[in-house]
């Protein structure tokens, strides 16, 4: 299929924008902030700015482009392209993202949840090459996942198979914007472990980031977490094996119920590497069935920040010969 595609993935702090060839080779790429908080008609306003700009700067015109796949965070109906709920987005509600999209734009445009296209990405042309059984996690402004079972993307009833990150880990625990409480996402992903690290220092723990950040708890993040891990700081190396421990619970639960043999972990927090890693695979090998845990690799994504982009318009091109939103079969 001739003319270019356009990949978008749209993240909680930045918006990843590439437009590929017809050999899915990237001619541009770029990354903006998301601006989240500004709500949702200003981020779908940003996007298409975004896409003008690029075309405009290659000179490329709308009839010359093929499609534009979207990775959207939360839960939506691929079909219809209405995203119904984002956790991390404010006022992310019922909002109609491919109607919004073909009001600035003529070529067809396909949505689907932000991590499935992270793990098309990853699964064609990055750290699941050859392999039809995938569970794939991102760890970022929160916890997403996506599953590939016998050579097939997983989407159930309501496209929200795989939200692993909502597995009650805690009976009463931290509050979730899904309306429960003791989500796994509210303490594995990025900002759940800076929780975790900054409720240690309010209880009086000591760490060489209170230095670093000027005694100012809002400016600690997750690599900074990593860097003072680095130190040997005692605090650091506490709350990152918690939160590998915890972690490695949870894929335990999804690796006895889905059997897959390669367990993907991207997001921003999968630059940790074995500082959290190592934890997650001790308690997988200790806490999942024996039979499934010695079948299953627990690696790092291929592909970086790449994957979201890239799977995105690749999903998209799938899609325009497709009868479903699951058009890898």
Not at 42 to 49: A, D, E, G, N, Y
Not at 152 to 159: R, S, W
Request: hydrophobic share 40%.
């Amino acid at each position: 299929m001739n003319g270019y595609r356009i990949g978008i993935d749209l993240g909680g702090t930045a918006i990843k924008s590439a437009i590929f060839d017809a050999n899915m080779q990237p001619v541009l790429e770029r990354c903006d902030p998301t601006e989240a908080a500004m709500g949702p008609q200003h981020v779908l306003h940003k996007i298409t700015r975004i896409v003008q700009q690029m075309l405009a700067e290659l000179s490329i015109s709308e009839s010359s482009v093929a499609c534009m796949g979207m990775g959207i965070p939360g839960l939506l109906d691929p079909e219809s392209g209405l995203s119904f709920f984002s956790p991390n987005f404010p006022e992310w509600e019922n909002i109609h993202v491919v109607n919004e999209m073909k009001q600035a734009f003529a070529f067809p445009i396909f949505i689907d949840n932000d991590v499935r296209v992270n793990l098309y990405g990853e699964w064609l042309f990055g750290a699941g090459l050859d392999s039809k059984n995938i569970l794939m996690v991102t760890l970022g402004t929160g916890l997403g996942s996506g599953i590939v079972v016998d050579g097939a993307m997983l989407y159930g009833k309501t496209a929200s198979a795989g939200e692993i990150g909502h597995m009650n880990m805690y009976r009463e625990g931290r509050p979730c914007r899904c309306g429960s409480s003791g989500c796994l996402g509210r303490y594995v992903s990025a900002i759940g472990m800076v929780r975790t690290f900054t409720e240690r220092l309010e209880h009086g723990a000591e760490s060489v980031i209170l230095a670093w950040t000027g005694n100012d708890h809002s400016r600690i993040t997750a690599q900074m977490i990593s860097e003072a891990y680095d130190t040997g700081d005692a605090l650091a190396i506490e709350v990152m094996h918690e939160t590998g421990v915890l972690l490695g619970f949870g894929l335990s639960n999804a690796i006895n119920l889905l059997n897959p043999e390669l367990v993907i972990i991207g997001g921003g927090m999968s630059a940790a590497g074995d500082r959290l890693l190592t934890s997650v695979r001790e308690t997988v090998k200790s806490h999942s069935l024996q039979v499934s845990s010695q079948a299953c690799r627990i690696v790092p994504a291929a592909l970086g920040g790449e994957a979201g982009m890239v799977g995105a318009a690749a999903y998209g091109s799938r899609r325009l010969h497709s009868s479903g939103p699951s058009p890898f079969r």
